[in-house]
């Protein structure tokens, strides 16, 4: 027999979506329980994206957890584009007036939203087991898994489905309610982490003829390199040093050197495009990676991810407020008017600068063409800089 419990909103995962939207129900006054299948010590050192748009910091600070983000974080005001052998600074604050982005690595934004979450009494349950989420089309969903071996029920008034794009909730929904938009990318990317020095104050995107390179960074003493490869590319066959000297090949430029150190860890990511529609269904509302991917060319799916669950959470606290069911209603047209922005963007850098096997002369120019367009056209650097740093919410 299933021990039963209740709260108002069921999370299924505990990465950026799951862990925001608890966080903020909690300072709005509504109950929420987090389920997470694997340990806290995992998700918390996990090696996924860095980049946090100017509104996930605004946010991440207004809930309270932005102490050690503002302490640790590298502020940018701006990144490069290098296509043969040159650099070229988009400089955001010229062009958007505002603020620029933070360098602060996902996994460190969990560390301190799980913090925060134990501090506030909150409920974060890890290496739960066979989650499965039921009811969600009546009005009393639940949510069964199992804890030691111990089967629970949770009902819940709402599921929140932020368990990712390989969780248990999206496929869940019924056959013949969602639809699918994707595309997948003929390469993929080789990330490292290395103990080197960044070689550049800000983030370097570079097009060249022997594939896309990414300098980005974690902190004084970490880089963070990737460069593109084959999407089914065997991680064994690159060596450091092999890595190393396809790195200094792609990034070259006069008078500039990239510093090697030690690659303390090393994977390869397939790129893919990914939307479903709708993103919510009777009670189950589907935010971040388990209703949208994109390629991480753009830097956005944390922070699509994040601007999900503001939406999410401003439409439960209007319902438990006032009983309307309005802005639950239009969660999903609301969120993706914004995630297709989003996608547009991280469609495009990827396009702009990887390259393509089908691709034939004609297309390199191309390429060539629109990168000294946006780096010699100011409406065109501003559109780069204003998607860049985060479009508004709405
Ligand atoms: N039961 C419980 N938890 C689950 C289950 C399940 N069946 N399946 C997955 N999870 C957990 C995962 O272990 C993970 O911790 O759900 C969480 C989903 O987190 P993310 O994949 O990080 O997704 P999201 O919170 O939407 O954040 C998206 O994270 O991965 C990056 O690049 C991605 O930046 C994007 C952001
Ligand atoms: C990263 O720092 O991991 C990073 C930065 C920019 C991207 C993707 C990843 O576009």
Redesign the pocket.
């Known amino acids: 027999m299933a021990i039963s419990l209740r709260t108002q909103v069921g999370i ?8 925001v939207l608890s966080h903020l129900l909690y300072l709005q006054g509504v109950d929420s329980v987090v ?4 340990s806290r010590e ?2 918390e050192q ?1 090696v ?2 860095g980049v946090l748009e100017q509104g996930t910091v605004d946010l991440l600070t207004e809930m309270g957890v932005g102490e050690r983000m503002k302490a640790e974080g590298l502020v940018h005001y701006g990144i490069e584009l290098r296509f043969g052998g040159r650099g070229h600074r988009i400089d955001f604050q010229d062009l958007t007036g505002r603020k620029g982005i933070t360098i602060y690595a ?1 996994h460190e934004v969990l560390k301190d939203l799980n913090n925060a979450r134990i501090a506030s009494g909150g409920q974060v349950l890890f290496e ?1 087991e066979n ?1 499965s989420v039921h009811d969600f089309d009546g009005d009393k969903p639940r949510i069964r ?1 199992q804890k030691n071996g111990t089967p629970y029920e949770l009902t819940c008034d709402f599921i929140a489905a ?8 999206r496929p869940s929904v019924p056959p013949g309610i969602l639809t699918v938009y994707e595309r997948e990318y003929p390469f993929g990317w080789l990330g490292i982490l290395a103990d080197a020095p960044p070689s550049s104050e800000e983030l370097i995107y570079t097009y060249h003829d022997r594939g896309f390179a990414l300098l980005s960074m974690r902190s004084p003493h970490i880089s963070r390199l990737y460069l593109q490869c084959k999407p089914d590319a065997n991680i064994d066959l690159w060596s450091d040093d092999k890595i190393w000297q396809e790195l200094q090949i792609r990034l070259a430029s006069d008078g500039w050197t990239l510093t090697e150190g030690q690659i303390t860890q090393k994977g390869i990511t397939s790129m893919r495009s990914f939307v479903v529609e709708p993103m919510q269904y009777g009670r189950l509302f589907l ?4 209703a949208h ?2 390629p ?1 060319t753009g830097a ?6 994040v601007a ?1 669950v503001q939406i999410l959470a401003r439409a439960l606290k209007h319902f438990y407020s006032t009983g309307s069911r309005n802005l639950l209603d239009t969660y999903s047209e609301v969120c993706l008017r914004r995630v297709w922005k989003v996608q547009r963007f991280s469609w495009w850098m990827t396009s702009m600068l990887h390259r393509f096997p089908d691709e034939n002369p004609f297309d390199q120019r191309r390429q060539l063409a629109e990168l000294d367009y946006v780096t010699t056209s100011r409406a065109a650097a501003k559109t780069l800089a204003e998607n860049y740093v985060g479009l508004p919410l709405e």
Do not use: M, T
């Open positions: 299924v995962g505990a990465g950026p979506a799951g862990l389920l997470e299948n694997r995992y998700a996990r996924r994206a996902q739960v989650v898994y932020c368990d990712g794009f390989h969780g248990i909730c935010a971040g990676d388990s991917i994109v991480p956005k799916g944390l922070n699509l991810a999900d």
